[in-house]
T-cell receptor, first 117, second 111 residues
């Protein structure tokens, strides 16, 4: 089946620093990748959708200058949390779809737990 | 605007009992998904339902879809402790293929 990995699985950083999270599709080409964040006991919140080679589309209320998304290849997307603050602490999950426009099933990565101190 | 409602949001039950989680959605969609999430973990895909009347079963879990009623159910038969988790349903938004998520149902099964 389709496998998506994320790295790191957890990270602790100091307030004001930047953190990069990688999302890789291991056995398929991910035309579209999605980035979600999840707060404790809540559902997933879509942050942005990225298509390979083009700029990400951010959801309303998500700061694109704070959450930098790069989808430079068909197997890798990165999310960089810039100037992280404690309120950015969350569980970040990526998913990938092998079909154009995100059509089709999304395959989820294992998630990255970010704690900002 | 496509909305997805799950109920109940919390369910505590004894082993051996049967129960159903409901997922209602507000507009037409092509696909409905059920996922399981364990604490601190990501999502595990359970079922993908593509058409009206679709029924899928895996072990003690069975999912069904009624597109006319815009309703999907996840039925648990003879629950066991290992099924304790949070279950989410999600629906494809036809206009942009994003997933619209239910709030999740936290299921606790007591031995």
């Amino acid at each position: 089946g389709a496998v998506v990995s994320q790295h790191p699985s957890w990270v602790i950083c100091k307030s004001g620093t930047s953190v990069k999270i990688e999302c890789r599709s291991l056995d398929f080409q991910a035309t579209t990748m999605f980035w979600y964040r999840q707060f404790p006991k809540q559902s997933l919140m879509l942050m942005a959708t990225s298509n390979e080679g083009s700029k990400a589309t951010y959801e309303q209320g998500v700061e694109k200058d704070k959450f930098l998304i790069n989808h430079a290849s068909l197997t890798l997307s990165t999310l960089t949390v810039t100037s992280a603050h404690p309120e950015d602490s969350s569980f970040y999950i990526c998913s990938a779809s092998g079909e154009a426009g995100g059509l089709g099933e999304q395959y989820f990565g294992p998630g990255t737990r970010l704690t900002v101190t | 605007e496509l909305k997805v409602e799950q109920n109940p949001l919390f369910l505590s039950m004894q082993e051996g009992k049967n129960y159903t989680i409901y997922c209602n959605y507000s507009t037409t969609s092509d696909r409905l998904y059920w996922y399981r999430q364990d604490p601190g973990k990501s999502l595990e895909s359970l079922f993908v339902l593509l058409s009206n009347g679709a029924v899928k079963q895996e072990g003690r879990l069975m999912a069904s879809l009624d597109t006319k009623a815009r309703l999907s159910t996840l039925h648990i038969t003879a629950a066991v402790h290992d099924l304790s988790a949070t279950y989410f349903c999600a629906v494809d938004n036809r206009s942009n293929y994003q997933l619209i998520w239910g709030a999740g149902t936290k299921l606790i099964i007591k031995p």
